[in-house]
């Protein structure tokens, strides 16, 4: 058999690269073996990656010397940041730079980049409409991944920006809530507009099909959502698939902003910059792009029967 190639999967406990590192062993005949890269590889998580056949190797992207040696002989790699373990635009884009030299000291043949727009293409950060955060952002967690890719093409590294949305399992974390006279409610600021949004598990799976096609990818950006729906839809299946009505309350932006969550200003800004340019993350996120790296995607509603009772009701 021939010598397999290694895909080195940042971000490999977590929500995007644990999809790949899954979607790659999931086919022992293919082409490709998944590197699990992980600050920890005797955590249950990483363990649990082991057990499926992958390779769990020490790296951090904070450490450059370790990514260098986890890169090493492998060739390709998924890149991800985790912006919410830290909050920190500055440690992002720091994090991406060394992903990018790493990648190209270790001569990758493809780098799968998981980026986001800058929001400040659209809204120039003296536009009033949305607050400026930190002096020099509008949504720092997207922002600061837009304004890096040039990391990767100035290394010159063989790269797909890889543009993800909005995760269904969010829901795990907003949840449900019950007003006074007994009725669930969903409270985001989208107004009528449409937000594109996917199963975790399957940006994995794209980047997947992404690496199994490499010549077509490589220089490209591509966006991927399982769904584009309102959040008057999602509510709508939320009553279908809980048994129970669950009504869109909608607010406003400053008003989301304004609640005792972290990063709420962020998060505020985040679903200002989805409704108010709605019609790009349509069509930079066509469902058919997405369905076609990955024939397995799942649709909003097939996804909440599955996991309907991880949905907190508070």
């Avoid at 021939?2 to 999967?9: E, G, L, N, Q, S």
């Avoid at 008057?232 to 299946?237: H, Q, S």
């Avoid at 349509?282 to 649709?299: D, I, T």
Wanted: glycine share 8%.
């Amino acid at each position: 058999m021939a010598t397999k190639k290694i895909i080195a999967v940042l971000g490999a406990t977590g929500a995007q690269g644990g999809g790949l590192v899954r979607a790659i062993q999931a086919e022992p005949t293919g082409e490709f073996q998944a590197r699990a890269i992980t600050r920890n590889p005797a955590s249950e998580s990483a363990r649990a990656l082991a057990a499926l056949g992958a390779e769990v190797v020490k790296g951090d992207a904070d450490d450059e010397a370790s990514l260098r040696a986890a890169f090493e002989g492998a060739w390709g790699a998924f890149c991800v940041t985790f912006y919410w373990e830290h909050m920190s635009a500055e440690t992002e884009t720091a994090q991406i730079a060394t992903m990018a030299r790493s990648a190209r000291t270790a001569s990758l043949r493809h780098v799968v980049w998981s980026t986001l727009e800058d929001s400040r293409k659209w809204i120039p950060l003296d536009d009033a409409r949305m607050p400026t955060l930190g002096g020099k952002y509008k949504v720092p967690h997207f922002d600061a991944k837009g304004e890096s890719d040039h990391y990767f093409t100035d290394a010159q590294v063989p790269v797909t920006f890889l543009l993800a949305s909005f995760y269904f399992e969010n829901f795990f974390r907003s949840g449900l809530r019950r007003g006074p006279d007994g009725v669930l409610s969903l409270t985001f600021p989208l107004g009528k507009e449409t937000m594109a949004s996917i199963a975790s598990e399957d940006i994995g799976r794209c980047a997947y099909g992404i690496f199994r096609d490499s010549a077509n990818w490589i220089g490209k950006t591509v966006g991927i959502a399982g769904e584009q729906l309102t959040m008057a839809e999602m509510a709508a299946i939320f009553t279908e698939v809980m048994g129970e009505e669950v009504r869109y309350n909608d607010v406003p932006p400053e008003v989301f902003r304004s609640f005792p969550i972290p990063g709420a200003d962020d998060l505020g800004n985040m679903f200002q910059f989805y409704r108010d340019f709605a019609a790009h993350f349509r069509e930079s996120r066509p469902l058919g792009v997405a369905r076609s790296l990955n024939p397995r995607m799942q649709g909003f509603r097939e996804w909440l029967r599955a996991h309907k009772d991880k949905i907190p009701i508070v």
